[in-house]
């Protein structure tokens, strides 16, 4: 079972940043793609950005810009940067991990981007 461990959520002042880590319990990232969603109650999960094993990231038009997403291979984690944040930025902050055997995904952290 792979597990994932987030870390560096946080308060912070809108124009502020921010950086969120996700460290997986695995060999490699293989095929693997690595994603940061962010959900607010009584919403769905929405996808941020992803990379892939090879390196090729997507991010959402809301946060161009401003979030960068990257990994470090050797240490099988994965980053998600956040400059510029604004107030709509808030919410809980989850990695995935989608591989051939299944999606998992972290416990959360939480975001909150103050006016």
């Known amino acids: 079972q792979v597990q994932l461990v987030e870390s560096g959520g946080g308060l912070v002042q809108a124009g502020g940043s921010l950086r969120l880590s996700c460290a997986a319990s695995v060999r490699s990232f293989g095929s693997s793609i690595m994603s940061w969603f962010r959900q607010n109650p009584g919403k769905q999960r929405d996808m941020v950005a992803s990379?892939?094993?090879?390196?090729?990231?997507n991010v959402a038009n809301s946060v161009k810009g401003r979030f960068t997403i990257s990994s470090n291979d050797a240490k099988n984690e994965w980053y998600l940067q956040m400059n510029g944040l604004k107030p709509e930025d808030t919410g809980v902050y989850y990695c995935?991990?989608?591989?051939?055997?299944?999606?998992?995904w972290g416990q959360g952290t939480q975001v909150t981007v103050s006016s």
């Open positions: 995935s991990l989608r591989n051939i055997r299944g999606d998992y």
């Open positions: 990379i892939t094993a090879a390196g090729t990231t």
